[in-house]
């Protein structure tokens, strides 16, 4: 099972931009599909973006032409860039794994998890 690290969370403006980072170890990273999820306070866990094993990538109509995932197979690492940050985007981010060509956008979908970063934006 992959193990998974995400960093890159803090403190931003309305407007602003942050990048996480995911890294993984452990089996194989380029075997898995990536996906991002948020949780807010008092909120469930909800998909933000996934990207598929060979690079497919889908998104949250919250988060479509503001936030872009990416993979690079090579570092064992999968990103999420935040542009245009709204107070909104206020969650604890998550980075999760499935053994599968294609991502999903259902957390149970999913065998691993990070521990999750904090994004807090500011208005």
């Known amino acids: 099972q992959v193990q998974l690290v995400e960093s890159g969370g803090g403190l931003a403006q309305a407007g602003g931009s942050l990048r996480l980072s995911c890294a993984a170890s452990g089996r194989t990273f380029s075997s898995y599909a990536m996906g991002w999820f948020r949780q807010a306070p008092g909120q469930e866990r909800e998909f933000v973006a996934g990207i598929s094993r060979f690079g497919t990538t889908g998104y949250a109509d919250s988060v479509k032409g503001r936030f872009t995932i990416a993979r690079d197979n090579a570092k064992n690492t999968v990103y999420l860039q935040m542009n245009s940050l709204k107070p909104e985007d206020t969650a604890v981010y998550y980075c999760?794994?499935?053994?599968?060509?294609?991502?999903?956008?259902?957390?149970?979908?999913?065998?691993?998890w990070g521990q999750g970063t904090q994004v807090i934006v500011s208005s």
């Open positions: 999760a794994a499935r053994i599968s060509g294609s991502y999903a956008t259902t957390p149970p979908a999913y065998n691993s």
